[in-house]
């Protein structure tokens, strides 16, 4: 069973800090590694997404992946009140002859002023 | 571009009703998915399309559910009967061939209750 593991939260973090968002996966073959926002009652929004080993930054995010230790992590700088939503990392596997992505359970950020 | 299109937005129906949902992929994506996301937990592969052939439909539960794409652009997934523990929002999701990466993008979701 390929599982991703994250910490449900909610991380709460004042206005304006780092928010760090971790994420460990089971199978050593992932390749990608996705993150996606989801604002309450509403569908996934892709943010990020990574490759290879070391940080990719994109504005105020930046992913972070380190396939020895099988972990992969999201960073916000300067968070503000419209980043409180819940993030899902996801992970590409190749099963079956084919590529899908396994999701964790997401974790609750709630940046407060 | 137009992203990817759900319809409904909401269904409340009673145990043992049937329901179906219709998906609309972005243009010229050819893989098309099918999640289910239970409150608090992370979208579960339903099933998978690649044109309008299933590649993947390990998780879905067939003794009630059932889903097609067919001429390999819009879907439709089908719940016949539902049970209470299908309340869920239903997610459709598309990718590119063309991506090296296989990035999805998802539509808005159906939110599903069954009373």
């Known amino acids: 069973q390929k599982e991703v593991e994250q910490n449900s939260g909610p991380l709460s973090v004042p206005e304006g800090a780092i928010a760090s968002l971790n994420c460990t996966y089971s199978?050593?073959?992932?390749?990608?590694f996705f993150w996606y926002r989801q604002y309450s009652g509403k569908s996934p929004e892709l943010i990020m997404f990574i490759y290879s080993n070391g940080d990719k930054e994109d504005g105020r995010f930046t992913a972070q992946l380190n396939k020895a230790s099988q972990y992969v992590s999201l960073l916000i700088r300067d968070s503000q009140p419209s980043d409180s939503a819940t993030y899902l990392c996801?992970?590409?596997?190749?099963?079956?002859?084919?590529?899908?992505?396994?999701f964790g359970a997401g974790t609750r950020l709630a940046v407060h002023p | 571009e137009a992203g990817v299109a759900q319809s409904p937005r909401y269904k409340i129906i009673e145990k043992r009703q049937s329901v179906a949902f219709w998906c609309n992929p972005i243009?010229?994506?050819?893989?098309l998915y099918w999640y289910q996301q239970i409150l608090g937990q992370g979208p579960k592969l339903l099933i998978q399309?690649?044109?309008?052939?299933?590649?993947?439909d390990s998780q879905l539960p067939k003794d009630r559910f059932s889903a097609e794409r067919l001429k390999g652009v819009d879907s439709t997934l089908k719940i016949q009967p539902a049970k209470l523990e299908d309340s869920a929002v239903y997610l459709c999701?598309?990718?590119?061939?063309?991506?090296?990466?296989?990035?999805?993008?998802f539509g808005p979701g159906t939110r599903l209750t069954v009373t």
């Open positions: 199978d050593r073959g992932s390749q990608s």
């Open positions: 999701a598309s990718s590119s061939r063309d991506s090296r990466y296989y990035e999805q993008y």
């Open positions: 399309f690649q044109n309008n052939g299933v590649v993947d």
């Open positions: 996801a992970v590409k596997i190749f099963s079956g002859g084919y590529n899908k992505l396994i």
């Open positions: 243009s010229g994506h050819a893989t």
